[in-house]
């Protein structure tokens, strides 16, 4: 079953992130025909530097490689290198109606934080639907926040059926219901914007540091403690066993440590964890040659479908 995913290009990372989204993406590739990719059209509608945006791009190909993307189960690859999405993209503007889009709620979020208008922000939900489109997608999972723009793609989808016969393939939306969201050190949603992320890539002092800066209640080394509503506790459950927990629990019951202690086990946790992850990580910022060549190959086979699917949407419009 074909399920495709897009990225955005936006640099650094956090567990945050990785659990909620990256994790269960990269998994998908075991069980279907993943094919992620890195969405730099779509960033260009809020990254307007050349070098941030093209850094990004390979940030991002770097991680999403590091944490375990495999490319001989998936095809990955960047959205700007196989360009007849905004063929299709323009195609479907034509039959999009401009009431459909100013119901978007991204779009009017983003409005109504006073972030500047522009066509690509508006048009976003066709270029997004073009990717889905494009490729006979089966599936797209996606977060709630998403939802909308799949309907939208779904509506365009059979507008364009109903005038032109069968052509494209209706995706069904795959919302993450059980994606957690992942607390930051104050307790609030982790996220870049509030500063109170666990950044798993950082350096190994950047990491003690965030990780020692996570909010506890102020009881003292021999009180007994309560792990429920602990900040500490609930990232140390996203790293650790049932049986590794039930000791975790013992320990802040028995009132001999303080969360110093318990940050420490937890530090050496997420060290441990993203290890592996580390040194590929090492690895593939020393062989961006690599890199380039695994885009390279993700981008030929995605070029070789869209290239045919294009052909058959021509000539269903009449541009043969
Ligand atoms: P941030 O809030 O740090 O800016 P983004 O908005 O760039 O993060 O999120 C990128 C992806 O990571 C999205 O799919 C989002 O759902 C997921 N994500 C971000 N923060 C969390 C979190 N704290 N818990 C779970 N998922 C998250
Ligand atoms: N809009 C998505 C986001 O911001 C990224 C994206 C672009 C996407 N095209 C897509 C996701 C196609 C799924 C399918 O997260």
Known sequence: MRVLSGIQPSGEIHIGNYFGMIKPMIDLQHTNDLFAFIASYHAMTSVKQRDILNNNIFDVAVNFLSLG???????????????????????????????????????????????????????????????????????????????????????????????????????????????????????????KSYNNTIDMFGSPKQLKKQVMSIVSDSKGLNEPKEYENCNIYKLCELFMSESELVVLQDRYKSGKEGYGHFKQTLLQKIEEYFQEFRNKREYYLKNKDEVEQILQDGAKKAKQIATKKIETIRQAVGLD
């Open 69 to 191: 993307l495999d490319p001989a189960k998936a095809t990955f690859y960047r959205q700007h290198d196989v360009p007849q999405v905004l063929e299709l993209y323009w195609i479907l503007s034509t039959l999009t109606p401009m009431a459909m889009l100013q119901r978007g709620h991204s779009y009017k979020d983003k409005v109504a934080k006073g972030i500047k208008s522009n066509h690509g922000l508006f048009s976003y939900p066709v270029l997004m639907a073009s990717d889905i489109l494009l490729f006979d997608t089966h599936t797209v999972p996606v977060g709630k926040d998403q939802v909308q723009h799949i309907e939208m793609c779904r509506d365009m989808a059979t507008t364009f059926n109903d005038r032109f016969g069968d052509i494209l393939k209706i995706p069904q939306i795959k919302i993450e219901q059980n994606t957690q969201i992942v607390s930051g050190t104050d307790g609030a949603k982790m996220s």
